[in-house]
């Protein structure tokens, strides 16, 4: 069959030209004449860029020369030109056509044509356009609800500082047993709701993917330390046991976000404790290195509490849903704890699963990745402890276990008793001690550990040896105080690593002397009050702020805005203020603003380097940079926790 | 095989020139400067060049099939988050990175089409002969199935580094002809007589 190469080429819905060895048209189809309204017969024998002068030079005209000298096939997109060719989509509304061109090279009797293809792509670039101002309104979208966040934060920070703050003076001021009861449970309900914001705002932000972690170095013993203490209380208060066994930390110092990982585990445990009745809570930490760089946390939290059902575990980790949705009621809680633990394990490239047995008990297991930091801190006695024996008295198996591994870590040999009956009965086999060292448990049955100590310091032959009682809580380590010549030290449960080395040095390696070591904070007595200046906007958390620090022995000047701080101080003799403390988000001039004004001796040169201390409801991550940026020394997060305060004015005072 | 001194110095010259080329119609097209230069060249194997790019790294790849004197596979290669940074950057800050993903390959096809021609070119005029090339081909994956190192690991191949600087940015990407050994065989001696006319 005869085909018409012409006829085929004009029926074409994409414009075809033919341009030979010598750069000229011999052929412009249909679709060509009618988007460029040249008819073929005016355009053939022409070259394109005498067609069209704004070709010349151009990057088509270049690929079209290629093509015909060397035989180079030349795609043309519309990425970096959308409209090569002056070509429209109709003659009354001169629509530019955006096109994707090809050129091919046909050979012939040793030189090369130019076959050139012109598609219309205005359709899928307009898809393009389109896609590209979906996603700019999302980030828009996604830029308002982050800074909503941000706002909320702070907005429902604000007040709740004030019904805290105020709260906590009441406490602190004469109260009838009844009115102290009120106050407590006001207390105690105000800071459930300040939890249950965090929570909320915390999934929110994970959901809008605006959740950044801070890569700090920093020790994971004092982190534990700080994060054990009040859990231990929590437990002990419904009558709880928490164990720790972190004899499997090889690195002190890592690199990470403390905030976070404080986080996953104050949620685990106190998860731990809402759901168990009786028994004990235990904590298992350990750090792996992968490399040089890296490393996991792995560490689990058992408890013996009424644990979950196969069919409740699928959906622990949804989001709003507890076991059991009973469980809210009688236990509280928004249900978002879990999932937001396990969504800052799966960020973090870690994960948190879970085993349990109902009746018997859960286990929760996590980990993460965190970097090596470049300190290396080891934490161990100041001595090797192979020369010595210990003896170690305790009930609870698995915190004889974790005891054990811990100090035979560190060198020591050990032995375990599960009684004082059966220590007594070891000892007095030998009739002179094998021990250097016997820890002891205070809480034990038949024989506790000041009975124990009494029958042994009768005994003439055991009295170097050194006896640490374990007491099981800060707040009832004063009923021991009068126990301390039997005692050579007593450390409150639970025992972390930190407080086992503290004793072993204090015992062992410094003195005989009994020392109990202050981690009570108190307040400085200071003989004169000191005045610090306050500049802050809102009128509660002036007061919440003033009657605080008076109560804590210091007076107070207060500043509603920076440039009022700046005046005052400009007019103030150079002793008058020990410190400042300083709001972050005021009007006129915002605390950085005024901390910056300050630094450059605004506020004359005396107080160019005086201590400035941020105090903000901003507690979303970077603010902290933010603060010290500006020139801060440090930085206090409302609401305002009392003992935050002093510690924070102790160390800068 | 090894390419004598000479051998490379004449190689790295044509090469450099044909990228220089390159480098003229990437800038005019999108105002701004773009400069290509040739710092390396060597003969390797398709295994090897896997090995240089990381079998398991994403790559783009932009290739045009070459046919005359000798036959070649001619690729230009960048890890693929390089191939979209230079999009990026021509491109400049109008679009956002979900757009640019959309035009990549676009985009990238068509800058693998001016660089490989203009080497390709500046090889022919070279030996005085002339290729027949085919249209260019997008492809991206891992390394490791886009050279198919499986079954042609042993195959040898002309090995160009080449970097990339644009707006203070420096990516390296990589060129390479992927011989057959007929084809290398006639690659060796038209070198051989080249040199040797020099």
Known sequence: ?653 | MHFSELEEDFLLELFNIGVGKASDSLSKMVHQEIILSVPHIEMISIDQLADVVGKDQNISCVSQKITGRFDADSLLLFPKNASLQIVQLMLGQQFTAETIKELHQEAFSEVGNIVLNACIGSLSRMIDESFDIALPSFDQGRAEAILNVKEHGDEAVLFIKINLRLSESDVEGFLAFILSSSSLDKLQLLLKSLVSEL
């Open chain 1, 1 to 653: 069959m005869d085909i018409n190469y012409h006829a085929l080429s004009n029926a074409l819905c994409l414009g075809i030209t033919l341009i030979d060895s010598t750069n000229t048209i011999i052929s412009w189809n249909s679709w060509l004449e009618q988007k460029s309204e040249l008819d073929e017969k005016d355009v053939i024998g022409k070259k394109i860029t005498s067609l069209f002068p704004h070709l010349e030079n151009s990057r088509l005209a270049l690929a079209i020369n290629d093509c015909i000298s060397q035989g180079h096939p030349s795609v043309i997109s519309n990425v970096f030109i959308k409209s090569p060719l002056p070509l429209y989509s109709d003659s009354l509304h001169k629509h530019l056509i955006q096109q994707s061109i090809t050129l091919l090279p046909i050979k012939s009797n040793n030189s090369y044509s130019c076959l050139m293809q012109v598609i219309d792509v205005t359709a899928s670039s307009t898809k393009v356009e389109a896609l590209e101002k979906q996603v700019v309104e999302r980030k828009y979208a996604e830029q308002a609800k982050a800074n909503f966040l941000a706002n909320m934060s702070h907005e429902i920070r604000t007040p709740m500082n004030g019904v805290l703050g105020m709260l906590d003076l009441i406490t602190h001021s004469p109260l009838t047993t009844q009115q102290a009861h009120y106050t407590h449970l006001a207390q105690s309900s105000a800071e459930s709701l300040l939890n249950l914001i965090n929570d909320i705002l915390d999934f929110s932000k994970i959901d809008a993917g605006e959740l950044n972690f801070e890569s700090i170095d920093f020790n994971l013993h004092t982190l534990l330390d700080e994060i054990i203490e009040p859990m231990a209380l929590k437990a002990n208060e419904c009558n709880l046991e928490v164990i720790l066994d972190m004899s499997s930390i090889t690195n002190s110092m890592i690199k990470g976000d403390p905030f976070r990982i404080r986080q996953i585990l104050i949620n685990l445990i106190s998860n731990a404790i809402k759901f168990t009745e009786t028994g004990s809570i235990t904590v298992l930490l350990e750090t792996e290195i992968i490399n040089s760089e890296q490393l996991h946390l792995k560490g689990s939290v058992l408890d013996t509490g009424i644990g979950i059902s196969p069919a409740q575990i699928e959906n622990l980790f949804q989001s709003f849903s507890q076991a059991d949705s009973s469980t809210t009621r009688k236990y509280g809680g928004t249900g978002l704890g879990l999932t937001i633990v396990k969504q800052l394990c799966n960020l973090m490239h870690g994960d948190l699963t879970v085993t349990s047995q109902e009746g018997k008990g859960s286990q929760f297991n996590f980990y993460f990745e965190l970097e090596v930091s470049d300190e290396v801190i080891v934490l161990k006695p100041i001595e090797n402890l192979s020369p010595y024996s210990f003896l170690i008295i305790d009930d609870n198996q698995i915190f004889q276990t974790s005891l054990q591994k811990q100090l035979t870590k560190w060198g020591a040999k050990c032995t375990l008793c599960n009684s004082a009956v059966s220590a007594l009965q070891l000892l007095e086999k030998n009739n002179e001690s094998l021990y250097d060292l016997v820890l002891i448990d205070q809480n034990m049955p038949k024989i506790n550990g000041e009975t124990f100590a009494t029958l042994i310091r009768e005994k003439n032959n055991f009295s170097h040896m050194i006896l640490i009682l374990m007491s099981p809580s800060l707040s009832e380590k004063d009923n021991f105080l009068n126990q301390e010549h039997n005692f050579n030290y007593i450390v409150d449960k639970p025992i972390t690593a930190t407080k086992l080395v503290n004793s072993i040095n204090n015992t062992l390696f410094e003195s005989q002397l009994i020392k109990i070591e202050p981690t009570i904070i108190t307040k400085k007595v200071e003989t004169v009050r000191k005045r610090l200046l306050l500049v802050e906007d809102n009128q509660i958390n002036q007061y919440v702020a003033e009657a605080l620090l008076d109560d804590l022995g210091y007076d107070t000047t207060i500043c509603e805005n920076g440039s009022v701080a700046i005046e005052t101080l400009k007019q103030s003799h150079p002793n008058e203020f020990s410190l400042i403390l300083m709001d972050c988000q005021m009007p006129v001039l915002d605390g950085y603003k005024t901390t910056e004004e300050i630094r450059k001796g605004a506020a004359g040169e005396k107080f160019n380097d005086i201590n400035i201390i941020a105090m903000t409801a901003n507690a979303m991550k970077g603010d902290r940079e933010k603060c010290l940026n500006a020139g801060m020394n440090d930085y206090i997060a409302k609401p305002i926790n009392r003992n935050e305060v002093i510690k924070t004015l102790n160390k800068w005072i």
